[in-house]
């Protein structure tokens, strides 16, 4: 079962700091990785995405890291502030093969002032 | 605007009732998905499309049904056989099956 797990599932940070959300996946084909912010009662929204011909992304204060040996990606979030506060979810799929998005499990990001 | 709209935003319903949640899109989009989101938890697939007048159930299908008669509409009801209906439901599409999806801003089904 092609599976991308999510580590840590909440995550509490001071304004100002770099919360780290990290994604272990399976499948070596999975070739798109995007990252989704979600604010409670809201559907989730694209933040950034990555392909596995870069190892790192920047999108303002958001960074995709990525390491295909590990198979693995996290998302950075530089100087953090309150509104950052929601859920995030990475996902993955493989295009060349057809695979659909598979979700993390998704954090819970709350930032305090 | 180009978009995903889900309607009603909240919708009560009494037990042994069946429901249907609404979903248009009008991005062009072939691919379709309905999504069930629990507090605190993640995005469980339901039902998918790929394209017109078909679709393949999900991780929890059970007591739920859709249809695909039209490229920009994707209904789900609710049955009186999902035995924990309260949630909140997310529809989004996608260009193709794995590319970039985008999301409606759900329904909060209550089963009173």
């Known amino acids: 079962q092609q599976q991308v797990k999510q580590s840590p599932q909440s995550l509490i940070v001071q304004k100002g700091g770099i919360p780290i959300i990290n994604c272990a996946y399976e499948?070596?084909?999975?070739?798109?990785f995007p990252w989704y912010q979600q604010f409670p009662g809201k559907g989730p929204a694209l933040l950034i995405a990555i392909r596995p011909d870069v190892s790192e992304k920047k999108e303002g204060r958001f960074t995709i890291s990525f390491n295909k040996s590990a198979k693995q990606f996290s998302l950075h979030i530089m100087d953090s502030q309150p509104g950052d506060s929601a859920t995030y979810f990475c996902?993955?799929?493989?295009?060349?093969?057809?695979?659909?998005?598979?979700f993390g499990g998704g954090t819970r990001l709350m930032v305090k002032p | 605007d180009g978009g995903i709209t889900q309607s009603p935003k909240y919708l009560f319903r009494k037990e042994g009732q069946n429901v249907t949640l609404s979903c248009e899109q009008n991005?062009?989009?072939?691919?379709m998905y309905w999504y069930r989101q629990d507090p605190g938890q993640g995005l469980r697939l339901i039902y998918y499309?790929?394209?017109?007048?078909?679709?393949q159930k999900g991780d929890i299908a059970e007591g739920y049904s859709v249809s695909r008669e039209k490229k920009e509409s994707f209904p789900l009801t609710v049955t009186s056989a999902q035995k924990n209906p309260t949630a909140f439901y997310l529809c989004a599409s996608s260009r193709t099956m794995n590319t970039e999806a985008f999301f409606g801003q759900g329904t909060r089904l209550t089963v009173v």
């Open positions: 991005l062009n989009h072939d691919a």
């Open positions: 499309s790929q394209i017109v007048n078909d679709f």
């Open positions: 499948n070596t084909a999975f070739d798109y």
């Open positions: 996902a993955a799929s493989s295009v060349g093969a057809g695979n659909m998005l598979t």
